[in-house]
């Protein structure tokens, strides 16, 4: 089935202070669509009417700001909340997002890590991977770790989807399929992520962060200190 292409990313920032993601991350692909959601975090006793009261004017302006750098059109959003994770859902659902990103504090941007898991969930992963390869100087290792007894499958998975990625017209020279045998498949992941700008992983749940991304999406969001897009589950 081709690659639909033209994801949706939700980018979540903390407005209540001046750190911003890297504007290198948000102008990585034309081909996406932005969605800047500006949490403003609220103490758990303190009412989030009267902090949006005191702050809105300072949350909406340091967003502004932002979107600014990226010189594009994207949706803005500004949430006073208790809860950043359950925000972030709502705003994924709310928007029809493909992808939320999570930013490391590495910059690079050239060097794209994908790990694959299955076929569950691959048509987003690979159409997410597509657009962030529009660009000429970017490159995708698609990766998978597996028991030596599930080699063949393993590697049936990393070349089917290296052949989608050329049919979506992506040079086969850029993609890169990589296969471990082992028998502790999280390990090797994180292990291999350090060696790369940018993570692709996908959910294992329909929802973000550590209860849901599953443990070794969680590890990488933890462990290794790079910028991931995390493709939701639907």
């Given amino acids: 089935m081709p690659l639909s292409?033209?994801?949706?990313?939700?980018?979540?920032?903390?407005?209540?202070?001046?750190?911003?993601?890297a504007t290198d991350l948000l102008t990585i692909s034309d081909a996406v669509t932005l969605v800047l959601l500006g949490y403003y975090p609220v103490p758990d006793q303190a009412?989030?009417?009267?902090?949006?009261?005191?702050?809105?004017?300072?949350?909406?302006?340091?967003?502004?700001?932002?979107?600014?750098?990226i010189d594009r059109d994207a949706t803005q959003r500004v949430v006073?909340?208790?809860d950043r994770d359950e925000t972030v859902d709502r705003a994924a659902e709310e928007y029809d997002c493909d992808a939320i990103l999570l930013p490391g504090s590495h910059t690079a941007t050239e060097r794209v890590f994908v790990?694959?898991?299955?076929?569950?969930?691959?048509?987003?992963?690979?159409?997410?991977?597509a657009d962030l390869l529009r660009r000429d100087e970017a490159t995708a290792t698609l990766f998978h770790a597996t028991t030596a007894a599930e080699q063949a499958y393993g590697q049936s998975l990393l070349d089917d989807a290296a052949d989608r990625l050329v049919e979506?017209?992506?040079d086969?020279?850029?993609?890169?399929?990589?296969?471990?045998?082992?028998?502790?498949?999280?390990?090797?992941?994180?292990?291999?992520?350090?060696?790369?700008?940018?993570?692709?992983?996908g959910?294992?749940?329909?929802?973000?962060?550590d209860r849901i991304l599953g443990r070794v999406s969680t590890r990488i969001a933890d462990e290794v200190d790079r910028p991931a897009f995390v493709v939701r589950k639907t």
Avoid: M
Avoid at 5 to 21: A, C, F, K, M, W
Avoid at 49 to 54: I, P, R, W
């Fill in 5 to 21: 292409g033209g994801s949706t990313i939700l980018v979540p920032v903390d407005v209540s202070n001046d750190e911003r993601p």
């Fill in 47 to 69: 009412p989030p009417a009267q902090l949006k009261a005191d702050h809105e004017d300072d949350a909406q302006r340091r967003l502004a700001e932002l979107a600014a750098t």
């Fill in 80 to 82: 006073f909340t208790h």
């Fill in 115 to 129: 790990p694959l898991r299955g076929d569950d969930n691959l048509d987003r992963i690979l159409s997410l991977v």
């Fill in 168 to 170: 979506a017209g992506i």
């Fill in 172 to 201: 086969r020279d850029r993609i890169d399929t990589r296969l471990a045998t082992t028998d502790d498949p999280g390990t090797a992941i994180v292990e291999s992520a350090h060696e790369f700008d940018l993570l692709v992983v």
């Fill in 203 to 209: 959910e294992t749940e329909p929802s973000l962060t």
